[in-house]
């Protein structure tokens, strides 16, 4: 049975008086997130690198849902950018209930060509970067006993070729996924993530697929990539009343996808012939 999400299951006050900070709120797959959750009654502040978009966003957000969104520029890899954002979130709403780690940076590359730079960038952005946001987010989900979810990927379930720097930080975000659950729970802060698959009309998904690869439908055990939505609704679920007892748990919305082997999509020959070239 096929069933299209285009109505949301969940009731429309579920996050009534809720507040959410979300890195890279300002577009894909977690601005699907902030825009669900503020249909379902929260109020949201969104974080990311380019001051103009991340207003854009929080404009579009707001008169999307009638509910209100500020932006705030800043970078993952700085601490203090988050710590100073997320204060002025805090001290605007009185509290911050929801923090969303969505932010990240990838590109394919074989790990051959891969210089240092481009390595440590990935895994300061996608690693470090959702530390930072977990760590600067503390004291305000110690006052709600709120919840933190990470936007992890399934790269590093398998040898995905083109991915090792981004494949290294996402296992390192669902290590630290683990971790936080069990050092924070007893504050009653929940810790979790969800691995999203390939998901249409994204960056990420435009990005990451190699040339000459259909990554659509035939690749899918599903017999379609996901949707922005799809994503939405794991993460009301996570986020809501409904996953009271769930912590520490790495959700895959990914369709099958990982399941079959594929990775990237690009099967040996393929990325080996990669040579040099930039893809
Ligand atoms: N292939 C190989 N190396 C690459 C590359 C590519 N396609 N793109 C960047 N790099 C390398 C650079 O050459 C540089 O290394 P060097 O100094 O040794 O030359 C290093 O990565 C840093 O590049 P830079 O452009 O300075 O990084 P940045 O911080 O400005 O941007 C990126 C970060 C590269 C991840 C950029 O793609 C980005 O900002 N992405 C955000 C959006 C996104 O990727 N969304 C998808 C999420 S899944
Ligand atoms: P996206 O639209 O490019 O989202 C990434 C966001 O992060 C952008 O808004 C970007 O905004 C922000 N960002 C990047 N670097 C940053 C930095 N250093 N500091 C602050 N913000 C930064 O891509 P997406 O495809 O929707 O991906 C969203 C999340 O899903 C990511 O965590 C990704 O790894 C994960 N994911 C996606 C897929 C997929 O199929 N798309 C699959 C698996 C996992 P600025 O550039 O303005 O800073």
């Given at each position: 049975m096929s069933v299209e999400p285009t109505l949301s299951v969940f009731q429309p006050n579920i996050f009534d008086g809720k507040v959410a900070f979300v890195t890279g709120g300002g577009s894909g797959i977690c601005k699907g997130i902030t825009e669900a959750l503020?249909?379902?009654?929260?109020k949201a502040a969104i974080f990311s690198r380019s001051l103009d978009k991340i207003q854009d966003a929080a404009k579009s957000l707001s008169s999307a849902t009638g509910k209100e969104c500020?932006?705030?520029?800043?970078d993952v890899r700085s601490y203090t950018d988050l710590e100073a954002a997320m204060k002025k979130a805090r001290d605007h709403y009185g509290k911050i209930d929801i923090v969303i780690c969505g932010a990240a940076g990838n590109f394919l590359s074989p790990a051959e060509n891969l210089s240092a730079n481009g390595f440590k960038t990935?895994?300061?952005?996608?690693?470090?970067?959702?530390f930072n946001t977990a760590k600067a987010a503390l004291p305000y989900l110690k006052e709600?006993?709120?919840?933190?979810?990470?936007?992890?990927a399934t790269f590093h379930y398998m040898g995905s070729p083109l991915q090792v720097h981004c494949a290294a930080a996402k296992a390192g975000v669902d290590a630290m996924t683990k971790t936080l659950a069990v050092e924070w729970g007893h504050y009653g802060i929940r810790v979790n993530a969800i691995a999203p698959?390939?998901?249409?009309?994204?960056?990420?998904?435009?990005?990451?697929?190699?040339?000459?690869?259909?990554?659509?439908d035939s690749l899918m055990p599903i017999q379609s990539v996901g949707k922005i939505r799809d994503i939405e609704h794991a993460s009301l679920f996570m986020l809501g009343p409904g996953a009271r007892f769930i912590t520490g748990h790495i959700l895959v919305v990914d369709g099958g996808h990982?399941?079959?082997g594929m990775g990237t999509g690009a099967p040996p020959a393929m990325w080996r012939n990669a040579g040099s070239a930039k893809l």
């Amino acid at each position: 049975m096929s069933v299209e999400p285009t109505l949301s299951v969940f009731q429309p006050n579920i996050f009534d008086g809720k507040v959410a900070f979300v890195t890279g709120g300002g577009s894909g797959i977690c601005k699907g997130i902030t825009e669900a959750l503020m249909r379902h009654g929260a109020k949201a502040a969104i974080f990311s690198r380019s001051l103009d978009k991340i207003q854009d966003a929080a404009k579009s957000l707001s008169s999307a849902t009638g509910k209100e969104c500020i932006g705030f520029a800043g970078d993952v890899r700085s601490y203090t950018d988050l710590e100073a954002a997320m204060k002025k979130a805090r001290d605007h709403y009185g509290k911050i209930d929801i923090v969303i780690c969505g932010a990240a940076g990838n590109f394919l590359s074989p790990a051959e060509n891969l210089s240092a730079n481009g390595f440590k960038t990935v895994v300061e952005i996608d690693l470090l970067g959702t530390f930072n946001t977990a760590k600067a987010a503390l004291p305000y989900l110690k006052e709600s006993q709120g919840s933190l979810l990470s936007i992890s990927a399934t790269f590093h379930y398998m040898g995905s070729p083109l991915q090792v720097h981004c494949a290294a930080a996402k296992a390192g975000v669902d290590a630290m996924t683990k971790t936080l659950a069990v050092e924070w729970g007893h504050y009653g802060i929940r810790v979790n993530a969800i691995a999203p698959g390939p998901i249409a009309e994204t960056v990420g998904l435009q990005k990451l697929t190699p040339k000459n690869i259909d990554y659509s439908d035939s690749l899918m055990p599903i017999q379609s990539v996901g949707k922005i939505r799809d994503i939405e609704h794991a993460s009301l679920f996570m986020l809501g009343p409904g996953a009271r007892f769930i912590t520490g748990h790495i959700l895959v919305v990914d369709g099958g996808h990982w399941l079959t082997g594929m990775g990237t999509g690009a099967p040996p020959a393929m990325w080996r012939n990669a040579g040099s070239a930039k893809l």
